[in-house]
């Protein structure tokens, strides 16, 4: 079964698009783990098997976190303390010392390919990175651990929008809900605190748990831009996905 042609009409509804990237990107990670093409048709008919469980729908997904944490569960200690809580998980201003440890994150090959554009690769030029103009990164706390970065990245505070990224680089840390949690607080302070409209992203078409993740979290497919990135040797597609501060207080307030 090859894969689709690139060159196929972009479909004009989003959520099609979206469906056409993930199963573009799914059929990437079989051949990746092995999946010979004439097994992939053996693997669509047991997906079409497991339609029978009917997984709920995005707004489904984000009423689920709607239940576990909304706009009303954050402590504000910004005036006084530059810190923002959630249960168990805090942001605060990225400190230069913390710098070293999130180096050391970066030197993992596969928490490092995750990210468009990549992050700068010495902890010197991490630095300048970090305290260069249009940039605004927060430490993510666990209770009272040091477990990862959330940012802004090509402010514009004339549109008021700007670029998220996010890295909980602690493997010990990932899987327990920190990242949405640290991901609902730098919103707040995006469009609360900053009095931001808009927040976006970029992340590649073949992250499959990325584009799910950020569609749970309200954000919503904006745009692909074909062949835009050469990864490995590999042309690969970017997806942009946005959320403005009219719809995370729909969803989360």
């Keep these: 079964m090859p894969e689709p042609a690139k060159t196929d009409k972009v479909p004009s509804n989003p959520h ?7 199963a573009r990107g799914f059929h990437k990670e079989l051949i990746k783990y092995g999946v010979k093409e004439p097994e992939i048709v053996t693997v669509a008919a047991h997906l079409l098997d497991s339609v029978v469980l009917k997984s709920p729908p995005t707004s489904k997904q984000v009423e689920k976190y709607n239940r576990l944490f909304t706009i009303k569960d954050i402590r504000d200690q910004w005036v006084d303390q530059r810190r923002l809580s959630l249960h168990e998980v805090s942001v605060s201003p990225l400190a230069m010392e913390q710098i070293a440890q999130v180096a050391k994150w970066l030197e993992n090959p596969k928490i490092k390919a995750s990210f ?7 902890e010197e030029s991490l630095k300048r990175h970090f305290q260069s103009p249009g940039q605004d990164y927060l430490a993510i706390w666990y209770q009272s651990d040091f477990v ?3 940012g802004a990245e090509n402010i514009d505070p004339d549109s008021t929008k700007l670029e998220m990224k996010k890295l909980v680089g602690d493997p010990n840390m990932q899987g327990k809900g ?11 302070h995006v469009f609360i605190i900053r009095k931001f409209h808009k927040v976006y992203l970029h992340t590649l078409e073949i992250n ?20 835009d990135a050469v990864i490995d040797n ?3 597609d970017i997806v942009r996905m946005a959320l403005t501060k009219a719809a995370w207080v729909q969803l989360f307030g």
């Design 16 to 22: 099609e698009q979206m469906l056409r990237l993930v």
């Design 116 to 122: 468009f554009p990549r992050f700068p690769d010495t």
């Design 148 to 150: 990862g970065i959330i």
């Design 178 to 188: 920190i990242g949405k949690r640290a991901t609902l607080l730098f919103l707040y």
């Design 208 to 227: 499959i748990r990325n584009l799910n993740l950020n569609g749970n979290l309200g954000f919503s497919l904006e745009g692909v831009f074909f062949d």
């Design 234 to 236: 590999e042309r690969q």
